[in-house]
């Protein structure tokens, strides 16, 4: 059983913080989490990817969160945190957590996809 849980998201006035988190986990076998990224969907929108992390701490933001978000995890607890900073109104959107696992009973990598978090920044 996979699951990928995020955490984190709340309601934040235009330049507050916010702070997201995702945990992935696997029960009954050993696991390997790879690249791990952040995704959001607002109302109307396709969903579009906002920052990502490989295993070996490479990472990526979109242009529209530069300077603004900071995405980093914690290997050892298979965590990923997106810090937001500097909101603004047009970052509000549900946000997802993915996560590409390796499950190595029965050797299946795929991505997979937390719930959504809903993410609200007021002007």
């Known amino acids: 059983q996979v699951q990928v849980v995020e955490s984190g998201g709340g309601l934040a006035q235009a330049g507050g913080s916010l702070r997201l988190s995702c945990v992935a986990s696997?029960?009954?076998?050993?696991?390997?989490?790879?690249?791990m990224g952040w995704y959001r969907q607002a109302p109307g929108k396709q969903r579009e990817l906002v920052a990502g992390i490989s295993s070996g701490d490479r990472t990526y933001l979109a242009d529209s969160v530069k300077g603004r978000f900071t995405i980093s995890r914690d290997n050892a607890k298979n965590t990923v945190y997106l810090q937001m900073n500097s909101l603004k109104v047009e970052d509000t959107a549900v946000y997802y957590c993915?996560?590409?696992?390796?499950?190595?009973?029965?050797?299946?990598?795929?991505?997979?996809w937390g719930q959504g978090t809903q993410v609200t920044v007021s002007s």
């Open positions: 696997v029960s009954g076998s050993p696991f390997s989490v790879n690249d």
């Open positions: 993915n996560a590409d696992i390796w499950v190595y009973y029965g050797s299946s990598r795929r991505e997979y």
